[in-house]
């Protein structure tokens, strides 16, 4: 039984059948990647997951709780985290802050009327927030306000954002999209880490088979809203299958 | 100090200082003399100055923090002055009883008109506050006559039941009082040619005023303030972060309603009258240009830009043909007509030509408004006096 169990989901956008009959599992303390050509159905999955969008059929269940009908944040709270294809982080804050809210999310829940009771006398959110800018390299980037950093460091800011709430799955949504080279590897490096030091379970839409290769555990191939195969990655290189799917698109 | 930091403690006491000692400061010129027509320093205008700084105040916790844009708040300021109005006519003329319910029924109110127009944002938001302020006004100038005045408006009558101060004696008029002392109760000072008038009622407005400002300074730097920040910043990673964004623009929507509400309950207990004009949409438009000219998202600049407008709308206004013609009668005749009619269409009916200038002004220069302004001459003068590299502008918040 995995932590997320996705049972006979169908999502139908007019006469197009986004997803038919998804079925998937990724076991705790795995990393389990979505791959797929464009138009595979992975984004769209990646929605029903985190309650963006409603599936006409079927059930989401973490760890044994269905997600389904459930709002963003509620879900966030049930212990899902989610990183975006581009960083959503708060531009007009500064970089301690940005870590602190989730921190204040964590130990609070989605609403609490904290507004007389200052920032500053937060000890603990505070420690917590520098630990965790410390681990991803941004202490000294702490006053900053997060607009003016790097593609690369917001990448590491949200992912610090994300790991400080302590999430059960981590959702990542083609985390090096658009990225150079070295950003790619470093990006790389950093979910390893995270990974080895935190034991987080992962599951990661992509679209660049190396980024795939060198991280994933598990990996389901999505082909027009169906799951063709789900297998380990050596067992999918050479799949004939996914060459199939992927054929003209790249050398798997 | 108090829980604020060295900045925000400093900001405090100047902004104490200031309204203390008001009566001065707005007085500079001696009586008599050709520039007394802009002294300020007389009780009622001074008492707008404050009173207007609460409702900007309040406002900016929305508008500043969120981000949301409400164009009804003259309703809760409207809701307040006639709450208060019925404190006057059921119970008695002391204010506090009255204010109190100012702010509760405002409360009341905002949370009603937020619960629904909080369910969209941007520009739908707005209308919608818009449409509830003109709905109430209307409401009030015509069915809710029972409750409102109408056209004539509320105020106290001999015929009142006053159950903790009885009836009014016949020809007795009806005076807000903090125990037993009058709002309008006021003591001259004269200095030489100078005088200065030390009122009440403005003082007693001046505390609550400062004490409203206090309030604000502490949500601005609490784990709220952030959060209506986060909201402002990006609602998407609010959510994915596991925070309910609707309960917090809910809850800022309401504490700005109560501040209005506390400034309609304060301009009745200056002025014992409530009319329905103050919820028209051009009162809610001054509102956010109160806040907007002196810095949205600031701390001081909501108070400035309501001084300034304040200033523009009983001072400016006040400059006609025969001020202009004593300032200008050494002129050669032609001269003087061709001078006074350059100026004439700025000053007197004209006041809104130079404010909508000014607003222009800063809208397009200075988006942080009148207190940005203040920054980028203050920092002039710091970089010629101070050869060594200026700290960064984000300080540490400890």
């Not at chain 1, 879900?75 to 940005?98: A, C, H, K, W, Y």
């Not at chain 2, 008599?32 to 009173?51: C, E, H, K, T, W």
């Not at chain 2, 800063?362 to 203050?378: N, S, T």
Request: aromatic fraction near 10%; include cysteine; glycine fraction near 10%.
């Amino acid at each position: 039984m995995g932590m997320l169990e996705v049972k006979g989901i169908n999502k139908r956008f007019g006469g197009l059948q986004a997803l038919g009959d998804v079925n998937l599992s990724v076991a705790e303390n795995t990393t389990h990647a979505i791959i797929g050509p464009n138009g595979a159905g992975k984004s769209t999955l990646l929605n029903v997951l985190v309650g963006k969008l409603i599936p006409d059929s079927g059930s989401v269940m973490f760890n044994g709780q269905s997600v389904l009908g459930r709002k963003p944040h509620e879900i966030n709270q049930m212990g899902i985290s989610r990183v975006f294809q581009t960083p959503e982080i708060f531009s007009d804050l500064s970089v301690f802050e940005n870590v602190m809210i989730p921190c204040f999310a964590k130990r609070d829940g989605s609403f609490r009327m904290h507004a007389i009771e200052s920032i500053i006398s937060e000890k603990g959110i505070q420690q917590q927030a520098e630990e965790i800018l410390a681990d991803v390299n941004m202490l000294e980037k702490r006053h900053m306000i997060a607009s003016s950093l790097s593609r690369g460091d917001k990448r590491r800011l949200e992912m610090a954002m994300c790991l400080v709430q302590d999430p059960k799955l981590l959702l990542l949504d083609e985390p090096t999209a658009g990225m150079a080279r070295a950003d790619t590897e470093n990006t790389i490096n950093l979910l390893k880490e995270i990974r080895a030091q935190r034991g987080i379970t992962m599951a990661i839409i992509e679209h660049d088979m190396n980024v795939v290769f060198s991280l994933a555990e598990r990996i389901t191939v999505l082909a027009q809203g169906t799951p063709l195969v789900e297998d380990t990655p050596d067992n999918i290189k050479g799949h004939p299958k996914v060459r199939e799917a992927y054929l003209g698109e790249a050398q798997v | 100090m108090l829980g604020l930091n060295k900045k925000d403690a400093r900001l405090l006491l100047i902004v104490v200082a200031i309204t203390m000692l008001a009566p001065f400061i707005l007085n500079p010129f001696p009586a008599g003399s050709d520039l007394a027509q802009f002294n300020a320093g007389y009780p009622d205008l001074m008492q707008r100055f404050v009173i207007f700084g609460i409702l900007a105040i309040g406002f900016n916790i929305l508008f500043g923090l969120t981000g949301y844009l409400s164009f009804g708040h003259a309703a809760f300021l409207g809701v307040g002055s006639y709450a208060a109005v019925w404190m006057f006519k059921l119970l008695s003329m002391n204010i506090i009883p009255a204010i109190m319910l100012s702010v509760i029924i405002a409360g009341v109110f905002s949370l009603v008109i937020g619960y629904v127009s909080l369910r969209r944002s941007g520009i739908y938001f707005s209308i919608l506050t818009l449409a509830f302020a003109q709905m109430s006004y209307s409401l009030a100038y015509s069915v809710l006559t029972p409750l409102t005045g109408g056209e004539t408006g509320l105020q106290p009558k001999a015929t009142d039941a006053r159950i903790l101060d009885g009836a009014l004696e016949p020809g007795e008029a009806a005076t807000p009082s903090l125990f037993n002392i009058a709002m309008r109760d006021s003591f001259e000072l004269s200095l030489g040619n100078w005088e200065f008038v030390f009122n009440f009622g403005y003082y007693v407005a001046a505390v609550v005023m400062i004490f409203a400002f206090y309030m604000s300074i502490r949500i601005f730097r609490s784990p709220f303030g952030m959060m209506l920040r986060a909201i402002k910043s990006n609602q998407t990673r609010m959510s994915y972060t596991g925070l309910n964004a609707r309960p917090y623009t809910l809850a800022a929507f309401v504490i700005s309603g109560m501040y209005a509400g506390l400034a309609g309950g304060l301009l009745v207990a200056m002025d014992p009258q409530a009319g329905a004009e103050r919820m028209f949409w051009t009162a809610s438009g001054e509102i956010v240009i109160m806040t907007i000219l002196g810095g949205a998202g600031t701390l001081i600049g909501p108070v400035l830009g309501a001084g300034f407008i304040k200033y523009f709308e009983n001072i400016v206004s006040k400059i006609n043909e025969t001020v202009l013609h004593q300032w200008f009668y050494w002129l050669p005749d032609g001269l003087e007509d061709f001078v006074i009619a350059m100026i004439y269409p700025f000053v007197g009916k004209g006041w809104h030509l130079p404010l909508g200038l000014l607003f222009m002004l800063v809208v397009i220069f200075l988006p942080g408004g009148l207190v940005q302004g203040g920054q980028k001459i203050a920092g002039l003068f710091s970089r010629k006096t101070a050869d060594e590299p200026q700290p960064k502008a984000t300080e540490p918040a400890e």
